[in-house]
Structures are given as C-alpha cells and as structure tokens.
C-alpha cells in the first residue's frame, strides 16, 4: 500500500513563496505520474502541476505556469510556490499513479490511484 504525507503549508501574505513536501512511502516499483491538485472551498480538486515518465517531465496548469515548480528527489515529492496570490488559498494534496494511464491525462484526478490527507495553504491580500 503506498501512502503519502503532505507537509509545510501555512498562511503567507500575497507576493509570499512556501514550499510543500510530500513523502512517498510503501511503493516497490515507483510511480509513473505524481501531482499536485488543490481543492478551493466549493470548488472541485484541480491538478496543478504533475512530473511523470522516467526523464521527470513536468506539466503545469496555466494558473501556476512560471510561478510554481514541482520537483521530486527519490521519494520525496516538492513544490516550490512563489508569487503566491489569494486565488491560490486551498487544500493542496500530493497524488501517485503508479499505472502509465495516467500519461496524457497527467492532471486529470481519476488517473491517480494514491492521495494524501492534504495541506492548508492560506494567503491573505
């Protein structure tokens, strides 16, 4: 069973940068796509950014483009926030697919077979 742990969201003023950690642990063959996704209050859970295939190809909402990098470093998966703006505010959660369909479809929610428990981001104006 593979599980993952999110940690280091916060509150940061808008302009603000945080960094989000999560751990993989449990998997014995890796994962061929892990994400990000945030879920706004009454909004659905989007995915954000994603770094899929072997050479660590990444892929990232327009929302985010040129402000967030996703990076991952054995089973540690990152995401770096900078220029943070009030619309970024939800819960951000880490996610593993360990099967190749998710390849194409790399911020599609129903490709990913693992979730964490999610963080707090908060950013105030």
């Known amino acids: 069973q593979v599980q993952l742990l999110e940690s280091g969201g916060g509150s940061v003023q808008a302009g603000g940068s945080m960094s989000l950690s999560c751990i993989v642990s449990?998997?014995?063959?890796?994962?061929?796509?892990m994400a990000w996704f945030r879920q706004a209050p009454g909004q659905a859970r989007d995915g954000i950014a994603s770094?899929?295939?072997?050479?660590?190809a990444t892929y990232y909402a327009a929302s985010v483009k040129g402000r967030f990098t996703i990076t991952q470093d054995k089973n540690t998966l990152y995401l770096r926030m900078n220029n943070l703006q009030p619309e970024d505010t939800g819960f951000y959660y880490c996610?593993?697919?360990?099967?190749?369909?998710?390849?194409?479809?790399?911020?599609?929610?129903?490709?990913?077979?693992?979730w964490g428990q999610g963080t707090q981001v908060t950013v105030s104006s």
């Open positions: 449990g998997s014995t063959s890796g994962s061929a796509c």
């Open positions: 996610a593993a697919a360990q099967s190749r369909r998710c390849l194409g479809r790399v911020l599609a929610a129903d490709v990913y077979d693992y």
């Open positions: 770094i899929y295939g072997g050479a660590g």
